[in-house]
Structures are given as structure tokens and as C-alpha cells.
């Protein structure tokens, strides 16, 4: 029987049997184990019967650990057959005419011990049961959940364990409680499974009484939770334990399973071959040596008590499941002169379960979700994004990226426009609100405890410190800033790549960790303030700016930064101000990203306080064309007036937009609506003049004259009142052609 994990790639299992053959025909040496040919070597000389033969230790090396039962030699050799058949226990071969234990007797070995076939050949060995003393149903239920065992339900074998129940329990719990939302019975173990319906009639659970034991009569009943009975826990050797915490190059074993003493009073944890965990004669838990190990012993005989736990465990129910502190008195780890405090996990939990500190497994994806699992919340205790384990930054330069294989390493750009504050024309700069978002690869570090939620996946302040993070300008903005990673800023990563359970030397819990190369880093940041815009104003009020955020790569790290993909976002079509937001674009580059806002001015306001009421003013100063001359007093203060009003009103737009040095759109406009009241008014004037001359007495000298006055005033006339008001028209309707072609231009 060995107390050892693996013979070579031959996985066995502690405190559990194996039929060992070794056979010798004409050609070869056999070795089999549980039936099994683990080695077939050809040999070219007979083996010496008479020769020693050793069963046990052969050097000091090569320590046997186990026992020996059942030791028996034929002067023939067994078919594989034959060998397969009694490693079975299907059918026994004639008795052994060399030796045999059950015969003959043997001394000086300690490890043989007098075991019958029927015992060796048990239906499974790897099973084996345990009663603990009386304990709160939670309590009871936990205990063996976290020895990897489940609490026997209600069968024969648990009926006939019953009636040796020790005096001390009244009773033995059953593994079901009662779900008052459903109104039903459950397997604490097995919630999914259904419970058999020929026990129903039995339990008649009244309120606060939701939890069953059998009593030593066998009668199964419901009562309280919190009283103590008894628990009868089924266990399996098979479970396999890991003992987490321990460096590297330690002399631990990391492995063990869960066995009974030979006395069957007690649990102990036995290693792969060179420690097992037991507890002592004052009921510490200790982990000791099976065999010598080179590296530690300084004597050469005894067995080495390599730690020792320093919580009180020393209860009968307390086990040294969990995170417990050990005093580590030897270890290639520690310092061999002193004792050092460690602390050590040791938990049955899988590659995909996380290990609470009281020993409980909980789904390793329900780490750190924000929700505590584990009773002692450990779960959400330490919660980190980014590992912190010295194998996986160690050599990690955060003042360079960390770029792909080939080419320059790529940041993705995202901005959310959020909110325009103002546009200050004037000033020639715009006053807004966006969010930012870069999003890149470093494929050095290495996360764990990652969501689907990348909001669940956010680095704190101190682990984003050791990260190489982008130095982008802001070279838009009136102060040219740099990418700021402040308190309010946002530094996650964003789960894609799949996740690898394991644990780094030194660290207590397992964790999923997920490569840097296939999970991105993802930055978010709110900014505002104000960014300098090159305004345009030809076509004012008619006029569409482009306003840009710019975001460049600086000089330093160009030659390994570039950007990657750009997109930008807004709420096309939205008010602001005296614009309507039309769209967003980029233009992209891998040195400098533009994020251009296309800003559409509203021309309503200008239209109803400057084009109508100028256009007015103008039809009433050309109505005055139409006058009768007697009416010249009345018609010129008219036209000189709305000359008057027309240049107030000229000079006031020019103090509301900027001063530039080419003519704009509303210039052309009101420059007109000036020259054509002069216009009226010189026609008007001259009207009246050369009226004035054709009533003077006439003679033979002036009669040319006044015959050349009277048709110039025809002329005027005919200016005054067809051309002019045709010419007005003419230049309204090129003018607004003009607009409407100007304005699709620009689309």
C-alpha cells in the first residue's frame, strides 16, 4: 500500500491497496501494477533464485513508504492472464511453493502487515466515513464540505452507522433543509436534485424548524438550525489538496489527499512522498518529513517536523483548512536558524474555484464581482486588476511601451462630445465638454479577477502608476495640455482574451489570469475647457465652422507610438446657441488625430433682425421714388433717414463679429442697402433741381437747356422707378442663389 502520489507516470492513491507482480519468463522481466504491464524489459541471464530478495528500503535514498500484505512467490511464472485475474480478485492461483506470508513467517520488516483477501479486495477503498461531534447544522454541513465529503442521506448504511451513534449525539443531521420561498425540501449538496417523494409524509416543517436529523431510533424530524447534533461526513481519498503560499524551491509538497489514521480516529493529509500534515500528541497540526530531504536534514535519523500552526486548531473539529498561520521551522524558503511566521492555504478547491479564507470554494468568476461569496468575505478582500506577482512584472520598463513584435504600438482614439459650453467668436475659441477614451495592448503585464463588465475591471491609482500610459497633447486646447491621469480618471481593461487559472509561488489564492497581448487597456476621461478654432466667416451668417480637437503623438515616442483606430461621436442635429451641432468627423493621421465639429450657424435671428427690416427699410425708400415731386420735402428726409438707419444699422453688425480683412457675406448685403438710398436720394434731388430750372422764364438762350433738363428728368424717371427697383430684385435673388449654393458647398 503506498503512501506516495506517483511510480514514475503511475498515479496512486494513499492508504488504498495495489497488487504488485513482478514475472519472469524466458525472454523478459514484468512488472505489473493492478494488472497493469508497467515495464516489459528483455534480459539475457536467468535470475538466481537463491539469491537475497529485499522488500523494503534497498539504499537511503530510495525510501519505502507503506505497508506490505500478502507477500507471495511462485517457482513458475504467471500468464498475464492469470496476473490480471488475481490483481481482479475474480479468481485465485494454487498456492505460492516459494514463499508465502500467510504461510511462512517473516522478520525484521516492520511495514508487512496480516491482512486477509476478502480486505484487500474491498469494493472501493478510496471511500472511508467519519461522525464529528454535535454542531449547528451551517456548521456541520460546512465542516464537510470543505473536507471535500458530503453528509450521508437517508439509506441502510446510514441506518445501521445510526445505532452506534456515540452517547454524546442524540442525533445525526440530514443533508436537507427547507426552502421556505419554494415551499419545498433541499439538498444542501445537490439544490438541483429532487428529493424522494416517500419522505415527504415524514416532515412536517413548522416555521423556524427547516432543517432534519434522524434520531437513534431512526425517526427522522424536523427542528431549529442552531441546535448541536451530531454529523456523519463520507469522504474520498481521491480528493486532492493543494497548499498554497510556499515559494518556489520549497521542500513542501504542494499536493496531498485526505486519508484516515490507521487507527481510524483521525485525519491526516499525506504528500506526494516527501511530507503529509498530522496532528501531534498536543493537537497541533504539524507538516512532517516521509523521507530525508537532502537540502534540510542535518541529522540522519528521525523524522523532521517541518512547520507547525500557530492558530489554536487544536479542537477536535478544527482542522488546518484555510488561511491559517504556520510557524515554518525548516524550509529551503525560509532561514534555518529561526522560526518565521508564514501564512499558508491549504483547500480542495479545483483550478476553477477561488479559496475563502475559512476554507469554502466559491466559481473563481465570482471573484471580485462586488458581491461577497465567501462568509468571511474574502472574495472581495485584495481585489487587484493588475497581478502583482514578481514573475510577471519583473524586467517591466514603464517609461517605454512595450510594442508588438513588428511596427510601432497602437492606441485606439475614441471622443464623446458631451456638451459645448460656449463659442466665443470674438475670441476665436470654443468652450466644451467630450470624454476621451484610448484603448491599447501591453502584452508585458498580466491581469487577473476580470468581468464582462469592464467597469468591474478598473485599476487603482497605485497599480496604474507602475503601467506605461500614453503622453498624448491635447494641442487643440488654448494651453496645449498633455492626456491627464488623475483620480478622475478611469483606467480598466477590457476583458476579450481567455483566462488561465493558476497560482504563482508565494501567493495564498488562486486566481484567473489573462494575458496582456489579448486584453486592452482601456482609458476614460472627462475633459472641458477651452480649444482654439480657426473661424471662417465669408458666408456669415450663412457661414458652417470647423472646429477641431487635436491629438498628438509627441516627438519622444513617435517612433513607437502611432495612433490606431480614430472614431468620434456626438448628438448630430442638437442646438447650441445660434449653431446647430451638423455632424462629427475625423481626420486621421498615426502622429496627430483630428476630431473635426461641424458647426452650422442658425441664420433665423439674422434674418428677422437685419436682412427683413432692411429690406423693408429699402422698399420704403424706394417707395419715396414714386412720389409726386410737390411731395420732395417729404421724400428726401425719407431716403436720407433710412441712409441714417441703414449704416447704424451696419456699423452694430460689424461690432458683433470679428474683424477680418476680407469682405463678408453680410457686408455685400448692408453695402448694398446703403448705395441704393443714396441712389434714390440723388435721383430724387436731381429731380427736384431740374424742376426747379424748367419753371424759370424761358428765352431763345435758355431753350436748349431747359429741353435738355427735361429729358435727363425723363431719363431719371424712367431709372428711378423700372431700373432701379429691377436691379434691386436682380440682387436679391443672386444674392440668395449665392447662399444656397455657398451653404451645399459646404456640405
Not at 525484521?108 to 477503498?125: E, K, P, W, Y
Given at each position: 500500500m503506498s503512501d506516495s502520489f506517483f511510480y514514475k507516470n503511475i498515479t496512486l492513491t494513499s492508504r488504498y491497496w495495489y497488487p504488485v507482480c513482478l514475472v519472469k519468463n524466458s525472454i523478459s522481466l514484468i512488472f505489473y501494477i493492478d494488472g497493469n504491464v508497467i515495464r516489459n524489459s528483455r534480459i539475457s541471464e536467468a535470475?538466481?533464485?537463491?539469491?537475497?530478495?529485499?522488500?523494503?528500503?534497498?539504499?537511503?535514498?530510495?525510501?519505502?513508504?507503506?505497508?506490505?500484505?500478502?507477500?507471495?512467490?511462485?517457482?513458475?511464472?504467471?500468464?498475464?492472464?492469470?496476473?490480471?485475474?488475481?490483481?481482479?480478485?475474480?479468481?485465485?492461483?494454487?498456492?505460492?511453493?516459494?514463499?508465502?506470508?500467510?504461510?511462512?513467517?517473516?522478520?525484521?520488516?516492520?511495514?508487512?502487515?496480516?491482512?486477509?483477501?476478502?480486505?484487500?479486495?474491498?469494493?472501493?477503498?478510496?471511500?472511508?466515513?467519519?461522525?464529528?461531534?454535535?454542531?449547528?447544522?451551517?456548521?456541520s454541513m460546512a465542516l464537510c464540505e470543505k473536507l471535500g465529503g458530503s453528509i450521508s442521506e437517508v439509506d441502510q448504511t446510514f441506518q445501521e452507522i445510526s445505532e452506534e451513534i456515540d452517547s454524546l449525539?442524540?442525533?445525526?443531521?440530514?443533508?436537507?433543509?427547507?426552502?421556505?420561498?419554494?415551499?419545498?425540501?433541499?439538498?444542501?449538496?445537490?439544490?438541483?436534485?429532487?428529493?424522494?417523494?416517500?419522505?415527504?409524509?415524514?416532515?412536517?416543517?413548522?416555521?423556524?424548524?427547516?432543517?432534519?436529523?434522524?434520531?437513534?431510533?431512526?425517526?427522522?424530524?424536523?427542528?431549529?438550525?442552531?441546535?448541536?447534533?451530531?454529523?456523519?461526513?463520507?469522504?474520498?481519498?481521491?480528493?486532492?489538496?493543494?497548499?498554497?503560499?510556499?515559494?518556489?524551491?520549497?521542500?513542501?509538497?504542494?499536493?496531498?489527499?485526505?486519508?484516515?489514521?490507521?487507527?481510524?480516529?483521525?485525519?491526516?493529509?499525506?504528500?506526494?512522498?516527501?511530507?503529509?500534515?498530522?496532528?501531534?500528541?498536543?493537537?497541533?497540526?504539524?507538516?512532517?518529513?516521509?523521507?530525508?530531504?537532502?537540502?534540510?536534514?542535518?541529522?540522519?535519523?528521525?523524522?523532521?517536523?517541518?512547520?507547525?500552526?500557530?492558530?489554536?486548531?487544536?479542537?477536535?473539529?478544527?482542522?488546518?483548512?484555510?488561511?491559517?498561520?504556520?510557524?515554518?521551522?525548516?524550509?529551503?524558503?525560509?532561514?534555518?536558524?529561526?522560526a518565521e511566521l508564514m501564512d499558508l492555504m491549504l483547500t480542495k478547491c479545483t483550478d476553477n474555484e477561488f479559496a475563502c479564507s475559512d476554507g469554502h470554494c466559491v466559481d473563481l468568476e465570482k471573484r471580485c464581482d462586488m458581491i461577497a461569496h465567501c462568509s468571511d468575505n474574502s472574495d472581495e478582500v485584495g481585489c487587484r486588476v493588475l497581478s502583482n506577482a514578481r514573475a510577471v512584472m519583473a524586467g517591466y520598463i514603464k517609461e517605454n511601451p512595450t510594442p508588438p513584435d513588428t511596427g510601432r504600438l497602437n492606441v485606439d482614439v475614441k471622443i464623446k462630445l458631451m456638451e459645448i459650453f460656449e463659442i466665443n467668436d470674438l475670441d476665436g475659441n470654443i468652450n466644451?465638454?467630450?470624454?476621451?477614451?484610448?484603448?491599447?495592448?501591453?502584452?508585458?503585464?498580466?491581469?487577473?479577477?476580470?468581468?464582462?463588465?469592464?467597469?468591474?475591471?478598473?485599476?487603482?491609482?497605485?497599480?496604474?502608476?507602475?503601467?506605461?500610459?500614453?503622453?498624448?497633447?491635447?494641442?487643440?486646447?488654448?494651453?496645449?495640455?498633455?492626456?491627464?491621469?488623475?483620480?478622475?480618471?478611469?483606467?480598466?481593461?477590457?476583458?476579450?482574451?481567455?483566462?488561465?487559472?493558476?497560482?504563482?509561488?508565494?501567493?495564498?489564492?488562486?486566481?484567473?489570469?489573462?494575458?496582456?497581448?489579448?486584453?486592452?487597456?482601456?482609458?476614460?476621461?472627462?475633459?472641458?475647457?477651452?480649444?482654439?478654432?480657426?473661424?471662417?466667416?465669408?458666408?456669415?451668417?450663412?457661414?458652417?465652422?470647423?472646429?477641431?480637437?487635436?491629438?498628438?503623438?509627441?516627438?519622444?515616442?513617435?517612433?513607437?507610438?502611432?495612433?490606431?483606430?480614430?472614431?468620434?461621436?456626438?448628438?448630430?442635429?442638437?442646438?447650441?446657441?445660434?449653431?446647430?451641432?451638423?455632424?462629427?468627423?475625423?481626420?486621421?493621421?498615426?502622429?496627430e488625430a483630428q476630431f473635426y465639429i461641424r458647426l452650422m450657424r442658425n441664420p433665423v435671428n439674422n434674418l428677422f433682425t437685419i436682412y427683413f427690416p432692411s429690406f423693408m427699410l429699402l422698399i420704403i425708400c424706394q417707395c419715396t421714388v414714386y412720389f409726386k415731386s410737390e411731395h420732395f420735402k417729404t421724400s428726401v428726409p425719407v431716403a436720407i433717414t433710412t441712409l441714417l438707419v441703414m449704416y447704424t444699422l451696419y456699423t452694430s453688425v460689424?461690432?458683433?463679429?470679428?474683424?477680418?480683412?476680407?469682405?463678408?457675406?453680410?457686408?455685400?448685403w448692408l453695402l448694398f442697402h446703403l448705395i441704393v438710398p443714396f441712389f434714390v436720394f440723388i435721383i430724387l434731388y436731381s429731380q427736384e433741381h431740374w424742376n426747379y430750372a424748367g419753371d424759370k422764364p424761358t428765352s431763345s438762350m435758355y431753350a436748349a437747356e431747359a429741353s435738355m433738363l427735361s429729358k435727363l428728368g425723363i431719363y431719371l424717371d424712367i431709372f428711378g422707378r423700372w431700373i432701379l427697383p429691377i436691379f434691386i430684385i436682380f440682387f436679391i435673388i443672386i444674392y440668395f442663389i449665392f447662399v444656397s449654393f455657398s451653404v451645399l458647398k459646404t456640405h
Open positions: 535470475v538466481d533464485l537463491q539469491s537475497k530478495l529485499i522488500l523494503g528500503d534497498v539504499k537511503e535514498n530510495f525510501r519505502f513508504i507503506g505497508e506490505m500484505s500478502q507477500i507471495k512467490v511462485w517457482s513458475r511464472g504467471l500468464t498475464a492472464g492469470e496476473v490480471r485475474r488475481f490483481s481482479k480478485c475474480e479468481e485465485t492461483v494454487e498456492a505460492a511453493d516459494v514463499l508465502d506470508s500467510d504461510r511462512d513467517q517473516i522478520t525484521n520488516l516492520d511495514s508487512i502487515v496480516q491482512m486477509n483477501r476478502s480486505q484487500l479486495c474491498a469494493a472501493d477503498q478510496t471511500k472511508f466515513e467519519r461522525t464529528f461531534s454535535p454542531d449547528s447544522y451551517a456548521a449525539c442524540f442525533g445525526l443531521w440530514l443533508p436537507y433543509k427547507f426552502n421556505r420561498k419554494k415551499f419545498t425540501w433541499e439538498y444542501y449538496f445537490h439544490k438541483d436534485k429532487d428529493l424522494p417523494s416517500d419522505l415527504y409524509p415524514k416532515f412536517t416543517p413548522e416555521y423556524g424548524y427547516d432543517c432534519a436529523y434522524m434520531k437513534r431510533n431512526k425517526e427522522m424530524i424536523t427542528h431549529g438550525c442552531d441546535i448541536p447534533v451530531c454529523s456523519h461526513c463520507k469522504l474520498n481519498q481521491n480528493t486532492v489538496f493543494r497548499l498554497n503560499g510556499l515559494c518556489k524551491s520549497t521542500a513542501f509538497d504542494k499536493e496531498y489527499k485526505l486519508v484516515s489514521s490507521k487507527d481510524g480516529k483521525e485525519l491526516e493529509w499525506f504528500g506526494r512522498g516527501a511530507t503529509n500534515i498530522k496532528r501531534n500528541a498536543a493537537g497541533q497540526w504539524e507538516i512532517v518529513t516521509v523521507r530525508q530531504i537532502k537540502e534540510l536534514y542535518r541529522k540522519e535519523e528521525g523524522t523532521l517536523i517541518l512547520a507547525q500552526t500557530v492558530d489554536d486548531l487544536m479542537m477536535e473539529k478544527n482542522f488546518p483548512l484555510g488561511r491559517k498561520q504556520w510557524k515554518i521551522l525548516n524550509d529551503t524558503c525560509t532561514s534555518q536558524e529561526s466644451l465638454k467630450f470624454e476621451m477614451e484610448l484603448s491599447w495592448y501591453d502584452s508585458y503585464p498580466k491581469y487577473v479577477n476580470l468581468h464582462d463588465d469592464v467597469n468591474r475591471n478598473r485599476l487603482s491609482q497605485d497599480e496604474y502608476e507602475v503601467l506605461w500610459l500614453p503622453e498624448f497633447f491635447l494641442s487643440s486646447h488654448i494651453n496645449n495640455i498633455q492626456v491627464i491621469y488623475d483620480e478622475s480618471a478611469v483606467l480598466s481593461v477590457m476583458k476579450s482574451g481567455k483566462g488561465v487559472s493558476r497560482n504563482f509561488p508565494e501567493e495564498i489564492h488562486r486566481a484567473k489570469y489573462y494575458d496582456g497581448a489579448d486584453n486592452k487597456l482601456y482609458y476614460r476621461r472627462v475633459y472641458s475647457g477651452n480649444h482654439l478654432c480657426d473661424f471662417n466667416y465669408n458666408y456669415y451668417p450663412f457661414d458652417v465652422q470647423l472646429c477641431a480637437i487635436k491629438i498628438r503623438v509627441p516627438n519622444k515616442t513617435a517612433s513607437m507610438v502611432k495612433l490606431g483606430e480614430q472614431k468620434m461621436s456626438c448628438a448630430a442635429g442638437s442646438k447650441v446657441y445660434l449653431f446647430t451641432l451638423d455632424e462629427c468627423r475625423v481626420v486621421t493621421d498615426d502622429v460689424s461690432r458683433t463679429v470679428p474683424l477680418t480683412s476680407y469682405i463678408k457675406l453680410i457686408d455685400v
